[in-house]
């Protein structure tokens, strides 16, 4: 990655939290009900086990090999792989 790349994603990252620094404090004196806080909590529970069984996927289809082909050119030589002239 180049210096400027670098530059540009620090200076992002310095901004998206700057601006989250700013709505959290601007938010200090916000009370969350406890079924907010429930709400929440399953949000974040839910949030976790979709990435982590989107994840699991990702490796099974990787170790059975259902990845190896995608993009490649049929191998096998059947009449109906072929383009019609």
């Known amino acids: 990655m180049s210096k400027v790349g670098l530059i540009v994603a620090a200076v992002l990252a310095a901004s998206a939290m700057a601006i989250g620094f700013s709505a959290w404090s601007s938010l200090a004196a916000v009370q969350i009900s406890t079924s907010g806080m429930v ?8 949030t976790l086990g979709l ?7 990702v490796f099974w289809s990787n170790r059975k090999g259902f990845d190896d082909a995608a993009g490649a050119a049929p191998t096998t030589d059947h009449p109906t792989d ?3 002239k």
Do not use: H, S
């Open 39 to 46: 709400a929440m909590v399953l949000g974040g529970i839910a």
């Open 82 to 84: 072929r383009p019609e």
């Open 51 to 57: 990435g982590a069984g989107l994840m699991g996927l």
